[in-house]
């Protein structure tokens, strides 16, 4: 058995695993810089990437113990943006309630947009 192809394969997985482990941290930083942080600069924003790519790993724990406290912070709001947004959508697409319906058929027909008889049938079509 090879001993040296055997630690050469672990280097090269210990090298992907950080490779992998750094992409991770970058991707979560440049999300929190860019999609949740909406106080900080854009001149701010420009440093912090400059230096991501400077000094990629320096930076990048140096970011987390400066702010990486807010960052669930950060993450907790968006997601709850995200859920308003999409409850508000959902009640939008979700379509009227029967007693709506009526009320804007009442109103047509006050108005002399539909007869009596249009009134009815909307009416019964929102009731069913």
């Given amino acids: 058995m090879d001993w040296g192809s055997s630690w050469d394969f672990l280097w090269h997985f210990l090298i992907i695993f950080a490779w992998i482990a750094y992409l991770l ?3 979560q930083i440049l999300l929190d ?20 790519i400077l ?13 990486g406290r807010g960052m669930p912070e950060r993450e907790r709001e968006a997601a709850a943006v995200a859920k308003k947004e999409t409850d ?20 047509l027909l006050e108005d002399g947009a539909i007869t009596q008889a249009e009134f009815e049938t909307l009416k019964a079509k929102s009731l069913s």
């Fill in 88 to 107: 508000t959508y959902i009640r939008e697409v979700a379509g009227r309630s029967p007693s709506q319906e009526i009320a804007d058929a009442k109103a």
């Fill in 25 to 27: 941290v970058l991707f």
């Fill in 55 to 67: 000094f990629p790993w320096l930076t990048a724990l140096i970011y987390l113990i400066a702010r």
């Fill in 33 to 52: 810089l860019f999609w949740r942080d909406r106080q900080t600069s854009g001149w701010v924003k420009a440093i912090w990437v400059f230096f991501l």
